[in-house]
């Protein structure tokens, strides 16, 4: 019940081209989603995150759609450029507060390998 | 921009041997992590670590995993006995009161 489920593992685009990396949650439990980028050798860096309460959220480039009935998310990367080529993981987490279940540890997907063709 | 810094970038060390994973989180974050990453696999959690004591840890995170905050700076993840199947990255991460998490570069670990 604790997992994520990320598709697809891998994803070619051509430059200028959308991006749309999804994800599928059980615990209901979960109230935040983030998204986060890596490159080689990095570790990951946060991109974007969506609480529940909202159906989407858009930073630049870069929007989350939250379905919570359906129980999926998904990152949309418009305009899709070269330097966007990394691993994308989406992850999910419970409030984080002390006292409850969970000092905010972060349950990811299994990534997705992002190439943007010049 | 404020960072996690991990040291070292990359241990190699013979199974069975004790090793010690060193970071420096941010300085006035309260919540400290630990996950791990098997080379081509996803982010793992291991251990949470608030008010001096751990949090939260998972099933790997078993007797052979301990977690340090020795003088208020550092955080240090200590494997006791080394296995081969512990070879992966290993990432430190910390944050505020707030959701944002913060994950340094990491500590690539081979054991041989």
């Known amino acids: 019940q604790q997992q994520v489920k990320q598709s697809p593992q891998s994803l070619i685009v051509q430059k200028g081209g959308i991006s749309i990396i999804n994800c599928a949650y059980e615990?209901?439990?979960?109230?935040?989603f983030p998204w986060y980028q890596q490159f080689p050798g990095k570790g990951p860096a946060l991109l974007i995150a969506?609480?529940?309460?909202?159906s989407e959220k858009k930073e630049g480039r870069f929007t989350i759609s939250f379905n919570k009935s359906a129980k999926q998310f998904s990152l949309h990367i418009m305009d899709s450029q070269p330097g966007d080529s990394a691993t994308y993981f989406c992850?999910?987490?419970?409030?984080?507060?002390?006292?409850?279940?969970?000092?905010?540890?972060?349950?990811f997907g299994q990534g997705t390998i992002l190439t943007v063709h010049p | 921009e404020p960072e996690v810094t991990q040291t070292p970038s990359h241990q190699v060390t013979q199974m069975g041997q004790e090793v010690i994973l060193r970071c420096v989180p941010i300085?006035?974050?309260?919540?400290f992590y630990w996950y791990r990453q098997i080379l081509g696999q996803k982010v793992e959690f291991l251990v949470s670590?608030?008010?001096?004591?751990?949090?939260?840890k998972s099933e790997i995170f078993d007797d052979q995993f301990s977690v340090e905050r020795p003088d208020g700076s550092n955080f240090t993840l200590k494997i006791r006995s080394t296995k081969l199947e512990d070879s992966a990255m290993y990432f430190c991460?910390?944050?505020?009161?707030?959701?944002?998490?913060?994950f340094g570069s990491g500590t690539r670990l081979t054991v041989v």
């Open positions: 992850a999910a987490s419970t409030r984080m507060y002390a006292g409850g279940t969970s000092y905010g540890k972060l349950t």
């Open positions: 670590f608030y008010n001096n004591e751990i949090s939260e």
């Open positions: 991460a910390s944050r505020p009161a707030n959701y944002g998490y913060t």
């Open positions: 300085s006035n974050h309260l919540y």
């Open positions: 969506i609480r529940p309460d909202v």
């Open positions: 615990n209901t439990a979960f109230d935040y």
